[in-house]
C-alpha cells in the first residue's frame, strides 16, 4: 500500500465514524462479521476498540449522515475501499460491507467496481494516494 498522509487518514477517520454509525443504526449491527470488519477497519486507522465499544454501548452516540453531494459520497465509498484494501487481502464480509453501504448512499455496484479497480491499478502502478483522490474528486464522471 502506497504511502497514505495525515490528511487522508483523517478524512478516513471522518468516512469510517459515518460508516460505523450507519451499521450501528442498520440492523447489519446484529452481524458479528460486519462489526468484526469494522472493528478491524477502526484499529487499523488508529482508533481504539474501547472507543468504539463505548460509541456501540451508547445507542445514538453517534449519527449516520447521509452524504450530501455524489463527490462526497464517492469520497466515503473510496474511504471504506481503502480500509478493505490495507491489509492487502479482500474478504467476501467485506465486499458485502461495501455493497450494504453503497447501496445506502446511493451508487451502484458498478461505481465500487470501477473505484477498486482504481485503487488496486494505482498501487501497483505507483500513483500514491493524494493524486488518485485528487482525479476521483475532478473527475467523478469517470468513476460514476
Not at 495525515?6 to 478516513?12: D, E, K, V
Not at 449519527?63 to 491489509?87: C, H, R, V, W
Request: aromatic fraction near 10%; include cysteine.
Amino acid at each position: 500500500m502506497n504511502k497514505v498522509s495525515h490528511q487522508s487518514i483523517t478524512r478516513m477517520r471522518k468516512s469510517f465514524y459515518n460508516i460505523f454509525a450507519f451499521f450501528l443504526e442498520e440492523k447489519e449491527k446484529e452481524d458479528s462479521q460486519i462489526m468484526t470488519c469494522l472493528l478491524k477497519w477502526g484499529e487499523e486507522l488508529g482508533i481504539k476498540s474501547d472507543e468504539l465499544f463505548g460509541i456501540m454501548a451508547i445507542p445514538g452516540m453517534l449519527s449516520f449522515k447521509m452524504p450530501d453531494k455524489t463527490g462526497d459520497a464517492l469520497e466515503q465509498l473510496y474511504d471504506l475501499l481503502f480500509m478493505i484494501n490495507m491489509d492487502g487481502v479482500i474478504e467476501d464480509v467485506e465486499l458485502s460491507v461495501i455493497n450494504i453501504y453503497s447501496k445506502k448512499i446511493g451508487l451502484e455496484t458498478y461505481v465500487v467496481n470501477n473505484l477498486l479497480k482504481a485503487l488496486i491499478s494505482a498501487t501497483y502502478d505507483g500513483i500514491q494516494d493524494k493524486d488518485l483522490r485528487n482525479d476521483i474528486k475532478l473527475h467523478p464522471e469517470v468513476y460514476v
